[in-house]
């Protein structure tokens, strides 16, 4: 992991696309660099957890204690890729620093990637990514309410409450102090019961801090003994003037997911879009987009390897998961070499109708 002081900016990560494009020309340029986001220290064997090392001609590391090769992506989600790391790197800047995120279809169209599939998958082991573990816990004062997503209500049943209609999710907001908002949290809970309340509760929520919710009478008991529990109960069109929070970003999130994605996110994989919408707004007011991605990068760089089948293999398929590929083809390179101004090669064009 990365040492206490902070990245640079210019230094440690690009802070404008210009940068971006300047500093990783090549997959050999975006291979060093993930290998210092690896180990900032230096190399350290995964196996014996040695440093000393050296390089050997393919750009993997030998270790010198206990003579291990590994290169900077294995182990990582990037173990095994066909996809050369330009193109993955191209991904992860869209994918981090643009306001709205990118839909896989148009991830393929600004790549020029063959494969809607791959784009897909690219995007989906971001996702899975986002989740660093042992992450802090939301404090101080935190808004924590329910709603739903997913598709159109069945005609006569009022509520939107059908089964496998919409997917029940729990919303926790910290308040900001004078005013605003902090941080939140979006994870998938199967009831509104106590019980599984409680359990959203205690992983996302620290122990001791205030816990301000509608009148729903489960929360009496999920929230006893762990937190002081502020009730409000107001009619439903008055409700949002008592948990502001919450209603903003379950307004957020809901039209992120029509916008961005058209609403074609499958339950089964709607977790992973949550932790992206999370993603995107705990930093919402940073200016270094760069460290966005430089943080994206070292959450790739220490996650376990994330495979195509376990992208799709869940308990409940999505409609929206694509079948594997039908070819295994590799996508080209994006390294850009010289270009000798092709715009001027040829006959003349008139560009002023």
């Given at each position: 992991m990365r040492s206490t002081s902070l990245p640079v900016p210019g230094k440690h990560y690009p802070t404008t696309y210009g940068e971006f494009g300047a500093w990783f020309r090549t997959d050999a340029?975006?291979?060093?660099?993930?290998?210092?986001?690896?180990?900032?220290?230096?190399?350290?064997?995964?196996?014996?957890?040695?440093?000393?090392?050296?390089?050997?001609?393919?750009g993997r590391y030998k270790c010198r204690e206990c003579g291990a090769r590994t290169s900077a992506t294995a182990g990582t989600i990037f173990d095994r890729t066909r996809t050369p790391l330009t193109v993955w790197f191209h991904t992860c800047w869209m994918f981090a620093t643009q306001k709205n995120g990118i839909s896989a279809?148009?991830?393929?169209?600004n790549l020029g990637l063959s494969s809607y599939q791959t784009?897909?998958?690219?995007?989906?082991?971001?996702?899975?990514?986002?989740?660093?573990?042992g992450r802090e816990l939301l404090s101080g004062n935190v808004e924590v309410d329910e709603t739903f997503i997913g598709g159109a209500s069945t005609p006569g049943i009022p509520g939107g409450r059908t089964p496998n209609e919409k997917t029940l999710i729990a919303v926790?907001?910290?308040?900001?102090d004078p005013e605003g908002f902090g941080r939140c949290r979006l994870a998938i809970i199967k009831d509104a019961g106590t019980a599984s309340l409680r359990a959203v509760l205690?992983?996302?929520?620290?122990?001791?801090?205030?816990?301000?919710?509608?009148?729903?009478?489960?929360?009496?008991?999920?929230?006893?003994?762990?937190?002081?529990?502020?009730?409000?109960?107001?009619?439903?069109?008055?409700?949002?003037?008592?948990?502001?929070?919450?209603?903003r970003v379950s307004a957020l999130v809901k039209r992120w997911i029509?916008?961005?994605?058209?609403?074609?996110?499958?339950?089964?994989?709607?977790?992973?879009?949550?932790?992206?919408?999370?993603f995107r707004w705990n930093p919402r007011k940073s200016r270094n987009l760069g460290l966005r991605f430089c943080r994206l990068l070292e959450l790739a760089a220490n996650h376990d390897p994330?495979?195509?089948?376990?992208?799709?293999?869940?308990?409940?398929?999505?409609k929206t998961s694509?079948?594997?590929?039908?070819?295994?083809?590799?996508?080209?390179?994006?390294?850009l070499f010289g270009i000798h101004r092709p715009w001027r090669v040829g006959t003349q064009v008139r560009l002023n109708g």
């Open positions: 340029d975006c291979l060093d660099y993930l290998a210092w986001v690896r180990w900032p220290e230096g190399f350290v064997c995964p196996d014996c957890k040695a440093m000393d090392s050296w390089r050997l001609s393919d279809l148009a991830l393929q169209r784009a897909w998958a690219m995007l989906h082991r971001l996702r899975s990514v986002l989740v660093r573990p926790a907001v910290e308040r900001s205690k992983s996302t929520v620290k122990p001791g801090s205030r816990v301000i919710t509608d009148g729903w009478q489960p929360y009496r008991e999920a929230t006893t003994g762990l937190y002081t529990h502020q009730r409000h109960v107001a009619p439903g069109a008055l409700s949002h003037q008592f948990l502001p929070g919450v209603h029509l916008g961005t994605h058209q609403g074609n996110v499958g339950d089964a994989h709607l977790q992973l879009y949550l932790d992206e919408f999370v994330v495979r195509y089948g376990q992208l799709i293999m869940t308990k409940r398929l999505s694509p079948p594997p590929p039908k070819t295994h083809g590799k996508p080209a390179s994006m390294e």
